[in-house]
Every structure is written in C-alpha cells, then in structure tokens.
C-alpha cells in the first residue's frame, strides 16, 4: 500500500550543500518552473523502485546543469549536448546501473542533435528525459530548434519565422522513425490530469532500463515563465494552447511488451583481462618502482614543481624539459599545463612531477619545487610551496626574496645570463641548469640526450646546452662563494 | 508521539520559506482552499497558504509545485510521524 504522504523524496539531498548560499534548501529555478516537477517525479520514482544506489544521473548544460545539486544519486555533468554520449560510456562500463541522460531542448536538439540520435540509434539502453521548453531558458531566451513559429524570443524578436530560421523540431517523432528505440512519448506538465500521465511515462522509462529492455525517450512540454516573460499560471496556459497544437501528446512508439525482461551481467574488471586485451608484459604496473638517480640528498628526492612565469618565458617548455628528461632518467612523470584567461599577460604555469613512485594525480597543489620566472608567480604560488620547499626565481625580474622563512631560496639571473647568451628566450634553459645543479636530482648528461626531444628546432640545440651550462656555473660559483 | 491511528483529516503543510510564490498549487487545487499570503517570506515572494480546512488529500498541489521540499500533503489514513503545524 502507497504511503499515506506525499512529500519530498528521499532521492533529494536534504539540504542542498552544493548549491550553498543564502538559501541552500530550495533550488536554483525560477518561479513556476517546469524542471522542479520532473525532478520531483524522477526522485520519486528513484525512491519508490529502490534504485537510488544504482542510478547514474547525466546532468546537461542548461538550467538544469546543477541537477547534480538535488539528486542523492550518482551524477556526471556534461558538455553541452553529449549527455547521450556520456550516459552511453556509463552504461557500457557498468550495465547495472540505471543511468538516466537528463536534457533540455537547447542541449539535445540542437548542439546535441547528432549525440541524441546516434545513441538512440544504437538503443543505448538508457533513459532519456527530454524538457521541452521552446526556448533557451538559461542564457535568456534566445530562440531554441524548438520554439515555436511567430514565437518572440530574445534572437527571434520579430518571431521565428519558418523561412529564415526553419521549423520547430518535433525530436519525438524523429526518435520514433529509429528502428531501435523501445519507447517514445511526449508529454507535458500542465494539469493534474497530464501530469499523472508524465508520472506514468518517467516510471515507465526507468522500468524498461531496470528490465534492461532498450532506450527509452520521454519528451516533457514545460513552461518557462522567465524565458517567456509570462506569469506561470499563464505559461500554463499558452503551453496548452499553443504549444501542445505544434508538439502533440502521445505515444509515438511502444515496443516495451514486446521485449522480453532480461537481466543483466555487471561488467567484471581484472586487472588480467585489462593485461591480456592490451598485451602487456606481466609486471604489476601499480606497485612498479623506478630507479632513478640515486645519491639525491633527501629534501630534493621525488620533487613536486611548480613552474611559473610570463606567457613567452617558456616555462611550459621548461617543464616538458624536466619531466622528459626525468622520464629519461627512470622517473614516473607528469607534467601539466595550466591555460586560460591568464595565458594573456598573466601568468602561465606548469606542474611537474617526477617520483620513483607512480604517480597518483598530475596536479601540484603543494610544490615542492616553485620556479617564479616573475614577480606575480612568486606572489601567486609563494604561499602555496611546501615547508621546507625550494624556491628558484629568475633574479632579474624578481626584485625581492620569498617573504617566508621557512623554505630555501635561490635567486638566478637567468634572463641576464640568458641575454649574455644572445637570447633572453633560453632564460628557461639557464634555469634548468641552475636546478639541477643545486639539487641534483637529473645528471647534465641525461637532459643533454633528452634535448632533441624537447626542442624541435635542431639549431637551437647548442644554445640551450649553452644555456644549461650557464645556469650549472652560477650554481657552483655560489656555492663556493 | 506520531500518528497513530491513522489520520482523520488530510492536511497540506506549506514550508513558507521555501515557496516562490507561483501560483501554480493555488491554480491546480479544486476545491480552492490554497491562496497567496500578503506577507512577504524571507526571499521576497508572497508564499501560498493553506486555508486550515477543506483539504481533501488529492495532492494535485504537490505534483503542481516545483519546489521538492515546499509541500508535503498528508493523506486520510495517514499513519506515522506527527503532522506539522
């Protein structure tokens, strides 16, 4: 017997910690909005057919990208549109579980068009839940492949119109003319009466993947006040009228019955299978350990980098440098780039490792190592490098000393030195030469036979042995002065 | 405590502080024992309220909101946990 009491399902997060701020226990979405309710009958759903252990939910981009933010389940976000793709890798790995592809109209039929059709195609044998909205509601109404004709939208402000911009997609009839799919239906959020019946087609859905039947596809008629700058009770309305006359209700296929119930085999990893289909020689790859240099005094063993600077100071370069010739050498290595808005003007910056260990995660958040090639790296990673860590700044640039005490500090003209050279650009190569001769912890030799590999252009080879060298030769006189 | 017997008399509790005021439960209820509040909850909507009496347990309003936590509707037979004020 049905309990009593409708209420919020357990398949929600209590509190919504995600998404924080000042009211962390409602959701993100406007007024009246449509996602809200079809998160409440898939949660519902989710609850009452006891999969909330097993279900794997593909947030979109859109407005309901942060569905991660409500649902107790697995999620994934995403790229826009190639949560058909995403959900596919899911399911392959583990076929057990339920993995529901969660999408609006701007993500499936437009950018993700050919995602969604290709996946329906091949009967990926999930759950696709498809919100129809006629609009791009999250970037503020601009026209979506199913906006309506005559409908004013913020890049349709004449209406759309069928001889410029085409017709409004219908993607459940579409779907329906595959040979795969098991079940298509549109629906719509509007009254009690047609809610019950988007009730029915969310659970029949997720029933016939926990049958392990075949793919699944719900469209959802659904306002977007905001986006359609209406009230939601008049969203309602103009939904019902208009929208439905274009993109009618009903089963547009149905093969569920006809499918036998089948179960499933989980998928099952050794990491012998993995061995034998890749061909791998019979070493424990997990456990492989190095034998790098040997002789490294201890605090320099195993180093984290950071290596920061100008955009055109090569320290990127300089970090392919030392990871390949930490490679090379033996070393388990991993070098990461960092881009973005800072590669203009700001700060460009690499992470390095190198370990006798394998590594577990490329990203340096504690380094061991910073190389500052400028003033704003010293000031941006200062903080972050380990106690006792080292710091190598390109004394030319960089007027001041590290302020902490705690770490070791060598200042390097490398510029300078560089520009004695007859190229500032080598400045990362100098300093190069500089680390490895304070720490020890590559040989000349190697990173002499690791050049060519890191440098593509031939002529530059001596000038950056050169460059090496210089760096090597400020190292030992310091050290004797 | 709780919810013994089972319930007599359905009940709908609105959580204010979480209503956006849309109107749609208001909308969908039919026998129009929902309405828009005067006051103004902590974000700055007018939130529904419940009349206290007529409700009939239906729970078209809780299917109407989109808000997962804002209403909970307590059907006749209702056994369990006490019902909020």
């Known amino acids: 017997m049905a309990e009593k009491v409708l209420r919020k399902a357990e398949s929600f997060y209590p509190l919504y910690e995600r998404k924080g701020g000042a009211a962390p226990d409602v959701t993100h979405y406007c007024p009246g909005c449509g996602h809200g309710v079809l998160h409440k009958l898939i949660a519902e759903a989710i609850d009452d057919f006891g999969i909330r252990e097993r279900t794997i939910l593909i947030s979109p981009v859109g407005c309901s990208v942060f569905a991660y933010y409500y649902f107790r389940v697995g999620n994934i976000q995403a790229p826009h549109g190639r949560a058909p793709a995403v959900a596919t890798g899911i399911k392959r790995v ?76 219908r993607m459940s009839e579409l779907i329906a003319t595959l040979e795969a799919p098991i079940y298509v239906e549109r629906v719509a959020l509007t009254d009690a009466k047609n809610t019950t019946k988007v009730r029915r087609a969310v659970r029949k859905a997720l029933k016939n993947q926990i049958e392990n039947k075949g793919f699944s596809f719900v469209e959802v008629l659904s306002i977007c006040p905001s986006g359609w700058k209406m009230e939601p009770t008049q969203a309602k309305e103009w939904l019902t009228q208009e929208m439905m006359r274009i993109f009618p209700l009903g089963v547009y296929k149905d093969r569920s019955d006809e499918i036998e119930e089948a179960g499933v085999q989980p998928t099952v990893f050794s990491a012998q299978d993995l061995q034998d289909s890749l061909n791998l020689p019979e070493t ?42 930490g490679m090379d050498d033996g070393y388990h290595v991993s070098w990461l780039p960092s881009y973005g808005p800072e590669m203009r003007g700001g700060t460009a910056n690499c992470s390095v490792n190198l370990s006798s260990r394998i590594i577990g995660s490329p990203l340096v958040t504690q380094p061991t190592v910073l190389v500052a090639m400028n003033l704003p790296s010293l000031e941006k990673f200062e903080k972050d490098v380990a106690p006792g860590g080292l710091i190598l700044t390109d004394s030319s640039l960089v007027d001041r000393a590290p302020s902490r005490t705690d770490i070791e500090h ?72 | 405590m709780g919810v013994e017997k089972g319930l007599q008399v359905p009940k709908v509790v609105i959580r204010e502080d979480e209503c956006k005021g849309c109107g749609l439960c208001i909308q969908a209820c039919p026998e129009n024992v929902l309405f828009v509040q005067k006051h103004f909850n902590r974000m700055g909507y007018h939130p529904a309220g419940y009349q206290g009496e007529g409700c009939i347990g239906c729970g078209f309003c809780f299917y109407q909101c989109p808000e997962p936590g804002a209403i909970t509707v307590y059907k006749k037979g209702y056994v369990g946990e006490e019902v909020e004020a």
Do not use: C, W
């Open chain 1, 94 to 169: 583990y076929p057990e579980s339920i993995v529901i592809s969660y999408q609006g109209d701007g993500d499936l039929a437009a950018i993700g068009g050919n995602n969604i059709l290709q996946a329906a195609n091949r009967g990926e044998k999930i759950s696709v839940f498809f919100v129809n909205n006629a609009i791009y509601g999250m970037t503020g109404g601009q026209m979506a492949p199913t906006t309506l004709i005559g409908q004013k939208t913020t890049t349709s402000p004449l209406g759309r119109r069928a001889s410029n911009e085409g017709y409004p997609m």
């Open chain 1, 284 to 325: 424990d790859s997990a456990s492989a350990k190095r034998e790098p240099k040997t002789g490294v005094p201890e605090k320099y063993r195993n180093p984290r980098l950071k290596i920061a600077g100008f955009g055109g100071q090569g320290v990127l370069i300089l970090g392919v440098g030392i990871a390949q010739a």
């Open chain 1, 410 to 481: 060598l200042g390097v003209p490398a510029t300078k030195l560089a520009d004695e050279l007859g190229n500032t650009r080598v400045a990362n190569l100098v300093m190069l030469g500089a680390y490895i001769a304070y720490t020890g912890v590559l040989d000349k030799d190697v990173v002499h036979s690791s050049l060519p590999r890191f440098i593509k252009r031939k002529a530059l080879i001596d000038l950056n042995k050169q460059a090496i060298q210089k760096g090597m030769e400020f190292v030992s006189h310091q050290v004797k002065a």
